[in-house]
């Protein structure tokens, strides 16, 4: 009797779960993709700045009890986001929001630059947001320059979003500042213009995700702007409870790998190296796939026993291809390896892709990336990563332990190459590493960790902002 229970009870989450496989890909079609990181590039040099690195673990009713957002409580939060997309930095501080409304702020939002005509993605998130009890207000105007001045906390997101302070409140910038936190995740070059930070050195605090970006921006706003930058605290993101709740479920996991890997048409067996990032040059998909042609020929060349090997590039666009991904498309025509790569268009739900292949490739270039969420979420379903040994990577990464790194640039691609015949070819050192990622995310990236590190930052800032205010600068 305790058999069939049993059975009936695991039939039943299988075809829940079946049900929502069918929902996430109906989902998938008509969204872009979630950029985890709107930069291309991080610095890799030491910094003196303020962090949170610790944070206590709590079980789900102590959580409930003890929510270390819970002094934000009727506090009245203004968000400013340079834009409202599916993009990295406007959906962090979505996700900040709904944190704050969780514990009972009073939260509104403004979006500084909006299009002319309806936009279906802003409408959709603008209406999530209502739905959660975020307030949605015109970037201009007197209600909105009010709820600055009365504010308790203002957070702009972004360096773009600096705009808004002179654009708006104009004369009464300097009555707001003092309660600023800013929220930075760019690293582009083109973001450091004085037009955009020249109040950054007056404001509350900087909260930057990564030692990388922080000491970026620190050096950069020094030597080409010729100013300082505010207390600056680093904070680590963490998985949502959403996506650590599917990671965790084995049935819900099997699910979704069944259902992947047979749209991909690949076998139960097969072996699936992917990267998930926007296709672009900065995101090093060309890279990749040079590596993993690469990687095949070695295979084929020891005569090495591996399963079938398949590079999987999830954030493609197939109705609008650039000129870089019909590169990336014309070679692996021209290397005859159209059975071995799949492109996937973008997808906001990135979860059954991760549920379904056995490593993640993060190849950003340059300085990397300045975090890259998707690098803990990977960890989450407990899949190694293979990653540049630049920006932040390096700070989630534990080269040997969780992953391996390799160059970036083109003197990355046989390190690469290499690393993916070792993972291919070792399957316990492969699981070893992902069981070890998954830890070292239980340990660190996990949503209460953001929340304890974030209300550390956002206690300092409140009391800046009491000792500071009302004050104005020249």
Known sequence: MGKQSSAWVTMQKKKRWQLMILLL??????????MRSTANSCNTSSITTKTTTTAPHFNSDEEKASNPLNFMKSKLVLLVSHELSLSGGPLLLMELAFLLRGVGAEVVWI??????????????????????????????????????LNADLVVLNTAVAGKWLDGVLKDKVSQVLPKVLWWIHEMRGHYFKLEYVKHLPFVAGAMIDSYTTAEYWKN????????????????????????MDIAEDSVARRVLREHVRESLGVRDDDLLFAIINSVSRGKGQDLFLHSFYESLQLIREKKLQVPSMHAVVVGSDMNAQTKFETELRNFVAEKKI????????????????????????????ARGECFGRITIEAMAFQL????????????????????LLHPAGKEGVTPLANNIVKLATH?????????????????????????QRIALVLREVLQYAKIHQPQSHS
């Open 25 to 34: 890909f109906t989902l998938s079609t008509a969204v872009l993709f979630f």
């Open 111 to 148: 979006t500084n630059q909006k299009p002319n005509e309806r936009d279906e993605v802003i409408y959709s998130l603008e209406h999530k947001m209502l739905d959660r009890g975020v307030q949605v207000l015109s970037a201009k105007g007197e209600k909105t320059i009010n709820t600055a």
């Open 220 to 243: 950069r706003t020094r030597e080409r702007l010729g100013i300082r930058m505010p207390e600056t605290y680093v904070v680590h993101l963490g998985n949502s409870k959403d996506l």
């Open 338 to 365: 159209q059975d071995h790569v799949h492109f996937v268009n973008k997808t906001l739900t990135v979860s059954p892709y991760l549920a379904s292949i056995d490593v993640l490739v993060q190849n950003s270039q």
């Open 384 to 403: 190694p990563v293979l990653g540049t040994a630049a920006g932040g990577t390096m700070e989630i990464v534990v080269n040997g332990t969780t992953g």
């Open 427 to 451: 399957v316990e050192r492969r699981l070893t590493m992902g069981k070890k990622g998954y830890e070292r995310v239980k340990d660190r990236f996990l949503e209460h960790h953001m929340s």
